[in-house]
């Protein structure tokens, strides 16, 4: 059995009304005021009166009530329009209406909540039905209020997020200009030997790398590797890379060494791999590894020479047009104390490419998209063949991005290319 609404010994509402912070009571009838003002009154809450729609709309602006209780039928302006306009001066603040009326026809009370109302209640008013509507309009209105603070939450929260993003985005694009400055000479002729190199990353940082430095008047050592991952960690670690070939402190350049007489001479391209090999090993805590060839030109000569580890095979593109895959494959670095790398010697002949690659162009989007794998950048590669510099790192780009339909890569590419210019052809400092 329904048990009454407890009586209260204390102004204070209970806790299931305490959403409730001021009712507005609206009607032509004095009576009808007094009487729903007594019962809320009795419950802990404060009410206004109005006796019109005006004067309900004036306390309203002034007072912020979150619950009106209105008679229907009224002079002037009737409840619906009334609930109508409050709701129009407080579009983003929910207030609870209840009409009191003495209509009761099913089109009637279909009418209203159409139009607005939140619940119906009789003109002949029952204190235990009048507390039971108030009480659920408390409930939804404490639900509106839990959801407006968990919305403040979640707006800050935002805003902080937003804030941290900012604050990486701006340590990100640092990232990406200090990655950038890494390769110091991205086109550079030495003699009738070009060397381009070209990297370019999936996101704002990434783990590829190539670059290539003089060491002395007859040698230019080469590299280029790929740090697995392209994140923030992989940008790290090939800017370490990088420092291990610094073209302007010789001293900490791990491809040359000194002599006891105080000469510069270029160290063999195995034995770079070996001490990387070493110091990824044993100084540097990562999970990270790498695939990486390191090279040796001799410029007098035109022999070269490198070494490979767990990188993809270069490209020679001979003088006649054909593609060889060539080298002598090894363990990435920093997988095992106990992997060895072996030095492969070349003569690369007047006219003829040599192009190493990171696996961003045979197995990412681009390898993908054509002729799987290995083979399929042949055609890319002979589409280039005549082009030198920055003309010869566009077409590359330009094809790649094609041959993905303009998708974002999946992966780093990175690549370094070393032509001996056959006589009558221009360098990158002229090329178109």
């Given at each position: 059995m329904y048990q009454p609404y407890p009586k209260l010994e204390t102004s204070k509402p209970p806790p299931v009304l305490r959403a409730i912070k001021t009712a507005l009571i609206v009607d032509d009838s004095a009576v009808q005021r007094r009487i729903v003002a007594g019962f809320l009154t009795s419950w802990g809450l404060h009410s206004l009166q109005a006796s019109n729609a005006k004067a309900a709309i004036s306390l309203f602006k002034k007072h912020r009530p979150n619950i009106i209780l209105s008679d229907w039928m009224?002079?002037?302006?009737?409840?619906?329009?009334?609930?109508?306009?409050?709701?129009?001066?407080?579009?983003?603040?929910?207030?609870?209406?209840?009409?009191?009326?003495?209509?009761?026809?099913?089109?009637?009370?279909?009418?209203?909540?159409?139009?607005?109302?939140?619940?119906?209640?009789?003109?002949?008013?029952?204190?235990?039905?009048?507390?039971?509507?108030?009480?659920?309009?408390?409930?939804?209105?404490?639900?509106?209020?839990?959801?407006?603070?968990?919305?403040?939450?979640?707006?800050?929260?935002?805003?902080?997020?937003?804030?941290?993003?900012?604050?990486?985005?701006?340590?990100?694009?640092?990232?990406?200009?200090?990655?950038?400055?890494?390769?110091?000479?991205?086109?550079?002729?030495?003699?009738?030997?070009?060397?381009?190199?070209?990297?370019?990353?999936?996101?704002?940082?990434?783990?590829?790398?190539?670059?290539?430095?003089?060491?002395?008047?007859t040698h230019i050592g080469f590299y280029n590797a790929d740090v697995s991952g392209h994140d923030i960690s992989a940008a790290m670690l090939t800017v370490r890379i990088a420092g291990f070939f610094s073209a302007e402190a010789f001293g900490q350049n791990i491809a040359v060494k000194r002599l006891e007489t105080g000469q510069i001479c270029p160290r063999q391209p195995h034995d770079i791999l070996q001490s990387i090999n070493q110091i990824m090993l044993k100084d540097l805590t990562t999970d990270h590894y790498l695939t990486m060839i390191s090279g040796l030109l001799d410029l007098t000569s035109g022999r070269l020479c490198f070494a490979q580890a767990g990188h993809p095979y270069p490209i020679l593109h001979a003088k006649e047009g054909t593609f060889h895959h060539i080298g002598r494959d090894s363990l990435p670095i920093g997988i095992s104390q106990t992997a060895r790398f072996q030095d492969h010697h070349l003569q690369l002949a007047l006219g003829e490419r040599l192009i190493l690659y990171s696996d961003g162009f045979s197995d990412g989007a681009y390898g993908q998209n054509t002729a799987r794998g290995k083979e399929g950048l042949q055609p890319l590669f002979a589409r280039v063949q005549h082009l030198h510099g920055p003309a010869l790192t566009h077409s590359i780009l330009k094809n790649i991005h094609a041959a993905c339909d303009q998708t974002p890569l999946v992966d780093d590419l990175s690549a370094l290319i070393i032509t001996h210019r056959a006589a009558g052809t221009s360098g990158p400092e002229t090329s178109a």
């Open positions: 009224m002079p002037e302006m009737n409840g619906l329009d009334l609930c109508y306009t409050l709701r129009q001066i407080t579009p983003d603040r929910y207030i609870y209406f209840i009409l009191l009326t003495s209509r009761s026809t099913k089109a009637e009370m279909l009418y209203a909540f159409q139009h607005g109302a939140d619940d119906f209640l009789s003109k002949q008013i029952a204190a235990i039905e009048l507390h039971a509507r108030v009480t659920a309009a408390a409930r939804l209105l404490d639900t509106q209020r839990k959801l407006k603070v968990k919305n403040r939450q979640v707006k800050a929260a935002l805003r902080k997020t937003q804030a941290l993003n900012n604050a990486m985005d701006k340590d990100l694009i640092a990232a990406q200009q200090l990655q950038t400055a890494l390769i110091h000479n991205r086109h550079r002729s030495f003699g009738r030997f070009d060397f381009t190199a070209l990297v370019e990353n999936a996101g704002r940082v990434g783990g590829d790398l190539a670059g290539f430095f003089a060491i002395g008047a």
